[in-house]
């Protein structure tokens, strides 16, 4: 009896679907078989925002292509999906949804039965899923690049640009035997300083009122002025993160790395997303350099702003597609990773 092969939706694929689109903008995923193996299928999904396809249309995609190959009787599914769609909606904010959780749910009953990501923007979106998660790490690659591409990056400080990103700075200046800054005060907006409001209390009309009844007020935050904790003087700044979009943040920390004395700034992230005017603030700012990898293309970005440089994380996809395959131990891909990291 003819076994079902494995299936991989990955940009490492044995046969690329053709979509056709009907008049009202529907769509639907057509494979080509592969000429000896007609049971192997896969499937290129897209799930970075570009100049010509949005983030929604990608996932739309990617759900279509996956529920076309269950199907067809695939026996696993497995997605590599470098930068996680709307892993920033991780939290329920206000009386809001962890869209996260929702999109994990949708793959799921897809027919999806693996992932390989990288450097999930919160670690414990790992467990949203009923299926395992390869969750990589970019940092081998950043940590090499700094090594070779950055001239006496031995006078470098590692810089976190909020009290949110210490733990990742740590981990660069720690393997690097570097010195560490953290950037706190008023200038910084994090996730954590919205207010969530799902303890609120119901409607008036709708309300007992208890008059014996008061609870403690929460006291409003109010921060500090910006400040750096660290000596940077003198210094080559490198400010570590995983995702860099809106850039007013970094251009902000430039700006005070260079009030304090840093002579050279650097911005490293694992997902460029770059979207809005982000290259041109870039160009514009006191930052000389942005080292993001290619999980997310910018290609059109990296015109529009020379100091923008890309390190190329392919190998280490197509290595775990590679141990997946063959039934090997994935544990290599994770050796000295530590929690924080």
């Known amino acids: 009896m003819e076994q079902p092969s494995e299936c991989k939706l990955s940009t490492h694929c044995f046969a690329t679907p053709r979509y056709f689109r009907g008049n009202s903008y529907e769509q639907g995923p057509q494979y080509s078989h592969q000429n000896g193996n007609p049971d192997t299928h896969s499937g290129q999904p897209s799930n970075a925002q570009t100049p010509f396809r949005d983030v929604n249309t990608a996932v739309m995609e990617l759900l279509i292509m996956a529920y076309a190959l269950k199907t067809a009787c695939a026996r696993n599914i497995i997605g590599v999906i470098p930068y ?4 920033k909606q991780s939290k329920m904010r206000k009386r809001g949804s962890i869209v996260c959780k929702l999109l994990a749910s949708m793959l799921a009953k897809a027919g999806l039965t693996h992932i390989i990501t990288m ?7 790992q467990g949203f899923f009923s ?7 970019a940092s081998p690659f950043l940590l090499q690049y700094i090594q070779e591409e950055i001239p006496n990056y031995r006078n470098a400080v590692i810089v976190a640009k909020s009290p949110d990103a210490a733990k990742r700075a740590q981990s660069y200046a720690e393997r690097l035997r570097l010195g560490l800054a953290v950037i706190h005060g008023e200038a910084q907006c994090t996730e954590l300083d919205m207010d969530d409001g799902r303890h609120s209390p119901p409607m008036v009309r709708n309300a007992t009122v208890h ?6 007020l929460m006291m409003a935050k109010e921060k500090p002025p910006i400040t750096v904790v660290g000596d940077v003087g003198g210094s080559i700044a490198i400010i570590v993160d995983d995702i860099i979009d809106d850039v007013e943040s970094f251009v902000a920390a430039a700006e005070i790395l260079k009030e304090r004395g840093a002579y050279k700034i650097y911005v490293m992230a694992t997902h460029g997303i770059l979207s809005a005017e982000a290259p041109r603030l870039i160009e514009e700012s006191s930052i000389d350099e942005v080292v993001v990898t290619n999980t997310v293309p910018h290609e059109v970005q990296k015109l529009q702003c020379p100091k923008i ?15 997946i395959h063959n039934g090997e131990s994935m544990a290599y891909l994770f050796r000295n990773i530590t929690v924080d990291d």
């Open 84 to 87: 996680f769609p709307y892993s």
């Open 119 to 125: 450097d999930l923007h919160q670690k414990e979106i």
């Open 131 to 137: 299926f395992p998660v390869d969750n990589l790490r």
């Open 211 to 216: 008059p014996g009844l008061e609870l403690p």
């Open 309 to 323: 440089k890309t390190v190329d994380i392919s190998l280490i996809l197509s290595e775990a597609i590679r141990r």
